[in-house]
Protein backbone atom coordinates (compact mmCIF):
# COMPACT_ATOMS: atom_id res chain seq x y z
CA UNK A 1 0.00 0.00 0.00
CA UNK A 2 1.54 3.37 -1.26
CA UNK A 3 1.47 6.20 1.72
CA UNK A 4 2.65 9.46 1.77
CA UNK A 5 3.52 11.09 5.44
CA UNK A 6 4.30 14.05 6.18
CA UNK A 7 6.03 15.54 9.45
CA UNK A 8 7.71 18.56 10.81
CA UNK A 9 4.97 20.91 11.38
CA UNK A 10 4.36 22.92 14.16
CA UNK A 11 4.25 26.57 15.99
CA UNK A 12 6.32 28.59 15.38
CA UNK A 13 6.89 32.25 15.55
CA UNK A 14 7.10 35.03 12.82
CA UNK A 15 10.45 35.32 11.32
CA UNK A 16 10.88 31.25 12.13
CA UNK A 17 11.54 28.23 10.37
CA UNK A 18 10.22 25.29 9.95
CA UNK A 19 11.04 22.31 7.81
CA UNK A 20 8.66 19.98 6.53
CA UNK A 21 9.19 15.91 5.29
CA UNK A 22 7.25 13.83 3.00
CA UNK A 23 8.24 10.38 2.80
CA UNK A 24 6.61 8.33 -0.15
CA UNK A 25 6.66 4.21 0.91
CA UNK A 26 5.54 1.31 -0.35
CA UNK A 27 5.46 -0.67 -4.10
CA UNK A 28 6.71 2.52 -5.92
CA UNK A 29 8.72 1.92 -10.00
CA UNK A 30 8.85 6.18 -10.28
CA UNK A 31 8.57 9.31 -8.65
CA UNK A 32 7.15 11.53 -11.74
CA UNK A 33 6.78 14.68 -9.74
CA UNK A 34 6.08 15.61 -5.78
CA UNK A 35 5.64 18.81 -4.17
CA UNK A 36 3.25 20.53 -1.35
CA UNK A 37 0.23 21.84 -0.99
CA UNK A 38 -1.96 24.39 1.58
CA UNK A 39 -5.40 25.29 2.65
CA UNK A 40 -6.21 27.82 5.38
CA UNK A 41 -9.65 27.99 6.75
CA UNK A 42 -11.69 29.30 4.52
CA UNK A 43 -9.91 28.80 1.44
CA UNK A 44 -9.20 26.61 -1.30
CA UNK A 45 -5.83 24.68 -1.47
CA UNK A 46 -3.45 26.06 -3.13
CA UNK A 47 0.07 25.08 -4.67
CA UNK A 48 3.08 26.33 -2.72
CA UNK A 49 5.90 24.21 -3.99
CA UNK A 50 6.58 21.53 -6.94
CA UNK A 51 9.06 19.36 -8.45
CA UNK A 52 7.88 18.81 -11.55
CA UNK A 53 9.14 15.49 -13.78
CA UNK A 54 11.29 17.94 -15.72
CA UNK A 55 13.71 18.27 -12.34
CA UNK A 56 12.17 22.00 -12.18
CA UNK A 57 10.62 23.42 -9.24
CA UNK A 58 7.51 25.54 -9.26
CA UNK A 59 6.56 28.10 -6.62
CA UNK A 60 3.67 30.11 -5.49
CA UNK A 61 4.32 33.77 -5.89
CA UNK A 62 4.04 34.18 -1.86
CA UNK A 63 6.44 31.85 -1.26
CA UNK A 64 9.25 32.81 -3.99
CA UNK A 65 12.57 33.39 -2.17
CA UNK A 66 11.31 32.20 1.53
CA UNK A 67 10.75 28.06 0.97
CA UNK A 68 12.95 25.89 -0.74
CA UNK A 69 11.65 22.39 -2.28
CA UNK A 70 14.23 19.51 -2.64
CA UNK A 71 14.43 15.90 -2.59
CA UNK A 72 16.03 12.94 -1.39
CA UNK A 73 15.70 10.29 -4.22
CA UNK A 74 17.01 7.75 -2.10
CA UNK A 75 14.74 8.06 0.31
CA UNK A 76 11.34 9.05 -1.91
CA UNK A 77 11.53 11.87 0.38
CA UNK A 78 10.65 15.55 -0.71
CA UNK A 79 11.49 18.13 2.18
CA UNK A 80 10.22 21.54 2.31
CA UNK A 81 12.05 24.39 3.73
CA UNK A 82 10.48 27.63 5.24
CA UNK A 83 12.24 30.45 6.00
CA UNK A 84 11.17 33.95 7.23
CA UNK A 85 7.40 32.88 8.35
CA UNK A 86 4.09 34.72 7.72
CA UNK A 87 1.21 34.76 9.87
CA UNK A 88 -0.27 34.50 6.33
CA UNK A 89 1.26 31.06 5.89
CA UNK A 90 -0.54 29.49 8.68
CA UNK A 91 -2.41 26.71 7.22
CA UNK A 92 -2.62 22.70 6.82
CA UNK A 93 0.03 21.59 4.47
CA UNK A 94 -0.21 18.42 2.22
CA UNK A 95 2.28 16.18 0.84
CA UNK A 96 1.20 15.39 -3.30
CA UNK A 97 3.16 13.08 -5.41
CA UNK A 98 2.14 11.11 -8.90
CA UNK A 99 3.80 7.85 -9.08
CA UNK A 100 4.25 4.91 -11.62
CA UNK A 101 3.64 1.90 -9.50
CA UNK A 102 4.54 -0.44 -12.61
CA UNK A 103 6.62 0.16 -15.25
CA UNK A 104 3.26 -0.43 -17.38
CA UNK A 105 1.44 2.68 -16.02
CA UNK A 106 1.14 5.09 -18.98
CA UNK A 107 0.14 7.70 -16.33
CA UNK A 108 1.63 8.82 -12.61
CA UNK A 109 -1.13 8.38 -9.91
CA UNK A 110 -2.30 10.71 -7.93
CA UNK A 111 -1.47 10.41 -4.16
CA UNK A 112 -1.69 12.58 -0.97
CA UNK A 113 -0.75 12.82 2.72
CA UNK A 114 -2.68 12.78 5.53
CA UNK A 115 -1.66 16.57 5.91
CA UNK A 116 0.62 18.50 8.83
CA UNK A 117 -0.70 21.64 10.84
CA UNK A 118 1.97 24.80 10.09
CA UNK A 119 0.88 27.83 12.61
CA UNK A 120 2.89 31.07 12.46
CA UNK A 121 1.72 33.12 15.52
CA UNK A 122 3.39 34.74 18.14
Known amino acids: QVQLVESGGGLVQPGGSLRLSCAASGSIFAINDMGWYRQAPGKQRELVAR???????DYADSVKGRFTISRDSAKNTVYLQMNSLKPEDTAFYYCNAGLFLTWTDQRPKDYWGQGTQVTVSS
Open 51 to 57: LTSEGGA
